[in-house]
């Protein structure tokens, strides 16, 4: 049987491994250049700095599971300190409780480290980079795929592995019920709307003052703030929008 992957971000890319280390036939299509979806991790004098997704908790024991699995070294959020916080008036309190990202784990190397580890494992036979499937049609045969480069793929199943309200911009034929397509674009895209910056400094002057790096306003632009600073290497402070 032979599988047709779209997407190739943490979901489509884990998936893939596994297929891929139980011998079975698939393909894996991603529309961009790289792989990871919104993981996207950025180095700078040695450190990495997460600008998508970078933390998760104990209690989630896939990706616990997953990083053991492979190898990769988790450490603890730095959360020692006062957070700060904004009203909508613009001011400012200290002490209003912890640290907002207390307990929450990162990933040595930030989480491109998993993305790049569980690619090592899939062939690259296997992946079809740079392009999209615009039109999916069931026949005898199988699921046709009709790609964005003129080529077409024929698979058993297909499996969306992306956003739902991107999923729902790809041609079905037979058509999906109209229930199915509106319910489709209607699901939001977690953090969609936001956006991540990241500010480096020579020292964490924050950690020196008793402040943990956590901050957040009522009044914006950047909503919240959080210490980003790697295991070693590089002091920083992240702001989402």
């Known amino acids: 049987m032979r599988t047709l992957i779209i997407g190739g971000g943490l979901s489509g890319l884990a998936l893939a491994e596994a297929l891929a280390t139980k011998g079975h036939d698939f393909t894996l299509i991603e529309a961009r250049d790289r792989l990871g979806g919104r993981i996207l991790t950025e180095h700078h004098a040695g450190a990495a700095f997460d600008l998508g997704p970078a933390w998760f908790w104990e ?34 309190q200290r002490g209003r409780g912890g640290a907002s990202m207390e307990g929450s784990l990162r990933l040595m190397g930030g989480l491109s480290a998993l993305i790049a ?19 999916l049609t069931a026949t005898a045969s199988g699921i046709t795929a009709t790609l964005s480069n003129g080529d077409s793929l024929v698979a058993d199943q297909v499996i969306l592995a992306m956003p739902p309200r991107l999923a729902a911009q790809i041609q079905c034929s037979p058509a999906l019920p109209d229930t199915a397509m509106a319910a489709m674009r209607s699901v939001k895209t977690w953090m969609a709307g936001q956006a991540k910056a990241v500010a480096v400094y020579d020292t964490p002057f924050w950690r020196e003052d008793g402040l943990s790096g956590d901050a957040s306003s009522r009044r914006g632009p950047m909503v919240e703030i959080h210490d980003a600073s790697p295991a070693s290497g590089g002091d920083v402070l992240m702001f989402l929008l």
Request: no cysteine; proline share 4%; aromatic share 6%.
């Open 59 to 92: 209690g989630q024991p896939r990706i616990a599971a997953l990083l053991n699995r492979l190898g990769l070294i988790a450490f603890e959020q730095f959360s020692t300190g006062d957070l700060l916080f904004e009203d909508a008036q613009g001011h400012v």
């Open 117 to 135: 580890a569980l690619t090592a494992r899939v062939p690259m036979q296997n992946m079809v980079m740079n392009t999209a499937v615009t039109a």
